[in-house]
């Protein structure tokens, strides 16, 4: 009987400007295999992607961050939460790795994170795979438009995005919009709850919930980036996120024609419930995008 090749995955860590960053590293066959930043979304953290890289590891270098306030990664002391902060972070990542060309999967807050990436260095991107990260204003939900209007000095402002930080909210972005509730392991909201649990971890949240604004707002410039450099892209998506419905998918073929687009009957968290289906796509997009 013949065995499936299982990837070696190793757990590091490294110093970025006093931030130790913790990270996910699938080790390939081939010392030339393309390479997938994947980059976690909120409330999760890399671990998000563990199934996937045991999927595609063997094959492909896959490397997985945590952000400052997520996950195993630790923060020093009055660390700012912003976006632009977390995407300073992820660059000085970058570096420290010396990756200079990459695919990049953008889910969630990976989005805002990647495309200020992208903005800043064009040349390390060799391709994008989109999993509900939006980057159109037609991809809020009402729901997240009012999320994205909250601010600081509004009364129950604070309390309405720590509502989100409890069991119950991190649980409901697993399951709404899930097809089937077999195929969804409770480890991912027990884990993000835990890390949500930790001391300075809520206030992180919350301050990152107050900037996410500033991410709309450079909507127009993350689309003028795409039709300016027009990555090969893939788009993955569960047309039933909460946050970020279908709208936001097709919106991306507006300055991405040739994007080829994918449409799964299932929530945020598309991965839980779809990975046999989403897997072998990003792995044929992977060897057509790496030249």
Same mark, same amino acid.
């Not at 998506?237 to 040739?258: K, N, S, V």
């Given at each position: 009987?013949s065995?499936p090749v299982?990837p070696?995955?190793?757990h !590091?860590?490294?110093?970025?400007d006093?931030?130790?960053?913790?990270?996910? @590293?699938?080790v /390939?066959?081939r010392?030339?295999?393309p390479?997938?930043l994947l980059l976690h979304?909120? #409330? $999760?953290?890399?671990h998000?992607f563990?199934?996937?890289m045991?999927?595609?590891g063997?094959h492909?270098r896959?490397?997985?961050?945590?952000y #400052?306030?997520?996950?195993h990664?630790r923060?020093?002391?009055?660390?700012v939460?912003?976006?632009d !902060?977390l995407?300073?972070?992820?660059?000085?990542?970058?570096?420290?790795l010396g990756?200079s060309?990459?695919?990049?999967?953008?889910?969630?807050?990976?989005?805002?994170v990647g495309f200020?990436l992208? &903005?800043r260095?064009?040349e *390390?991107?060799?391709g994008l795979?989109?999993? =509900?990260?939006n980057?159109?204003?037609?991809?809020l $939900?009402?729901g997240a438009r009012d999320?994205?209007?909250?601010r600081?000095? %509004? &009364?129950?402002?604070? @309390?309405?995005i720590r509502?989100?930080?409890?069991? &119950?909210?991190t649980?409901g972005?697993?399951?709404?919009g899930?097809g089937?509730? &077999?195929?969804? %392991? #409770?480890?991912g909201w027990?884990?993000d709850q835990?890390?949500?649990?930790? /001391?300075?971890?809520k206030?992180?949240q919350v301050?990152?919930?107050f900037d996410?604004h500033? =991410?709309?707002?450079?909507?127009? %410039? *993350?689309?003028a *980036?795409?039709r300016?450099?027009?990555p090969?892209?893939?788009?993955?998506?569960g047309?039933?996120?909460?946050f970020? /419905? @279908?709208p936001g998918?097709r919106a991306?073929?507006r300055?991405? /024609?040739?994007?080829e687009?994918h449409l799964?009957?299932?929530?945020h968290?598309?991965l839980?419930?779809?990975?046999?289906e989403?897997?072998?796509?990003i792995a044929?997009?992977?060897? !057509?995008s *790496?030249?």
């Amino acid at each position: 009987m013949s065995f499936p090749v299982v990837p070696r995955i190793v757990h !590091r860590r490294v110093d970025v400007d006093g931030v130790e960053v913790f990270y996910r @590293e699938s080790v /390939p066959e081939r010392a030339d295999a393309p390479v997938l930043l994947l980059l976690h979304g909120f #409330p $999760s953290a890399s671990h998000q992607f563990r199934r996937l890289m045991d999927a595609l590891g063997s094959h492909y270098r896959l490397i997985a961050p945590d952000y #400052p306030g997520f996950g195993h990664t630790r923060a020093p002391e009055g660390f700012v939460y912003s976006f632009d !902060r977390l995407a300073d972070v992820t660059e000085g990542f970058v570096r420290e790795l010396g990756l200079s060309r990459f695919v990049m999967y953008v889910f969630d807050f990976g989005a805002p994170v990647g495309f200020r990436l992208a &903005e800043r260095h064009p040349e *390390w991107i060799a391709g994008l795979v989109v999993q =509900n990260g939006n980057a159109y204003e037609e991809g809020l $939900s009402q729901g997240a438009r009012d999320f994205v209007a909250l601010r600081p000095e %509004a &009364e129950g402002a604070e @309390e309405a995005i720590r509502g989100l930080l409890t069991l &119950e909210g991190t649980r409901g972005q697993y399951e709404t919009g899930l097809g089937d509730p &077999e195929l969804l %392991a #409770p480890d991912g909201w027990t884990l993000d709850q835990h890390f949500l649990d930790l /001391p300075g971890r809520k206030e992180a949240q919350v301050a990152l919930a107050f900037d996410y604004h500033s =991410n709309v707002e450079r909507y127009p %410039a *993350w689309q003028a *980036w795409l039709r300016a450099h027009r990555p090969a892209a893939l788009i993955v998506w569960g047309r039933d996120d909460l946050f970020f /419905p @279908e709208p936001g998918a097709r919106a991306y073929l507006r300055d991405l /024609p040739d994007a080829e687009l994918h449409l799964f009957d299932t929530g945020h968290f598309a991965l839980e419930e779809k990975l046999p289906e989403i897997a072998p796509l990003i792995a044929d997009f992977l060897d !057509r995008s *790496w030249k």
